[in-house]
């Protein structure tokens, strides 16, 4: 893979929990070029990641949960969507509206769809489902009630370890009740503050940041038979620099101007810890927080046993060629 856009997260040699939100489309400059001028990517993998999420629905259509009441929610989200590619990448995306009646073009798939807003009938699919057949990112829908956040809607495929079908119906610090220190140190409330107050037309975005092995999207609950052992012995294999990945999630949090809910995007992207020697700088940080993690955000993370092995392959300053 080319790291050209990689949104490497790291911004400090210590770890530590932060709600790290700042507005959306400010462009980011790395060691390596930048990322973040848009809501969405798009990149080379993007025909074979919509291609990996219908194979997956297909398998198993949990993986989209849309209750009726948040039906115009849904909606809302296919609007945005649409909207946001279309002006993101003119060239290749176009949405026309004529009164209640749409037509979506998306060149890069050789997609063209109209539809009528509210109609179900008009679309292949769920509103909320046809949103995610455009876009590489993960789709989660928060409603708000009783002066508190809900999980309540989405379309995820590519979940790092957690399930929607799981989630849904939970509140928003039920849901990061597990994540060791969160709660504790007042993160979890601060960021359910913040997301009350979040405005329609003032997006934000955030990073988060995990380990997997292999390049695999899908390491949700539900396929952990398939991916867990891929872990087995990756602590002793020569080849952990290539098989050994830094998975970063670009999240954007969006207030939906017609239904009020909030839009909560998940794009990831995957680098080996190969690949992340190639820039100096990244390969001491990553070394410097991996270093630096406690043994129960260690373990929450799944490291415990690749980690003094990861620490020390990126300290070694061995070639990854």
Known sequence: MTLTRF???????????????????????TETGGWGGTVFDIDADYA?????????????????????HMRAAAWDTLLTVLGELAAEFPRHMRLDRDASTYRWHNALLGVTQEFELGDEASL????????????????????????????????????????LGFDAGMRFGEIHGPVPRLREEGVVERSERFLLRLRAGLDFRRTNWSMTVGRRLDTSIES???????????????????????RVEVQHLIRLSTSGAILFTIRTY????????EVPAWRRRLAAVLADLPPDVAEYKGLTECLPAAVRWLRSGASAS
């Open 48 to 68: 074979t990641a919509l291609a990996e999420r219908e194979r997956i629905l297909l398998a198993d259509p949990s993986r989209c949960v849309r209750p009726p």
């Open 124 to 163: 292949p699919c769920d509103p909320l489902r046809f949103a995610a057949s455009q876009v590489q990112d993960d789709l989660v829908l928060l409603d708000q009630r009783e002066d508190t956040l809900w999980v309540d809607a989405g379309l995820v495929t590519f979940a790092a370890g957690w399930s």
């Open 7 to 29: 949104p490497f997260p790291l911004t400090s040699d210590r770890f530590q929990y932060r709600t790290n939100v700042e507005p959306a489309r400010g462009f980011v400059e």
């Open 270 to 277: 995957l680098a080996s810890l190969a690949e992340i020697a």
């Open 224 to 246: 952990r038979p398939d991916w867990k052992p891929d872990w087995y012995g990756i602590a002793i294999d020569e080849l952990l620099p290539w098989r050994l990945h830094l």
